[in-house]
């Protein structure tokens, strides 16, 4: 079994900037991806950045340049800065291990952007 923890959501007016935190821990096999999605209000949760255990990351289009993943072993970050109120959201912690096909998720944390 694995445990995700994140933290570091808040209120925030736009142009600023937040840090997001999650830890990992149980059974984590050597070969996994991390990353972060969001859902906001009436719509579908979305991916906004993963890594690998070697370090390639894959950010989307709409936070590219504005935000930033990175990972120390199982814990991962997400630096995100110039917000947008259009960044408001549940923010998510995803664990895959693809070679067991296991997919975990953390409890979530609230970020909102303030106009």
């Known amino acids: 079994q694995v445990q995700l923890v994140e933290s570091g959501g808040g209120l925030v007016q736009a142009g600023g900037s937040l840090i997001l935190s999650c830890v990992a821990s149980?059974?984590?096999?050597?070969?996994?991806?991390m990353g972060w999605y969001r859902q906001a209000p009436g719509k579908q949760r979305e991916l906004v950045a993963d890594?690998?255990?070697?370090?390639t990351t894959n950010h989307v289009d709409s936070v590219k340049g504005r935000f930033t993943i990175s990972r120390a072993k199982t814990t991962v970050y997400l630096q995100m800065n110039s917000l947008k109120p259009e960044d408001t959201a549940v923010y998510y912690c995803?664990?895959?291990?693809?070679?067991?096909?296991?997919?975990?998720w953390g409890q979530g944390t609230q970020v909102t952007v303030s106009s």
């Open positions: 995803n664990l895959r291990m693809p070679s067991t096909l296991s997919n975990y």
């Open positions: 149980g059974s984590i096999l050597r070969l996994n991806t």
């Open positions: 890594i690998t255990n070697d370090g």
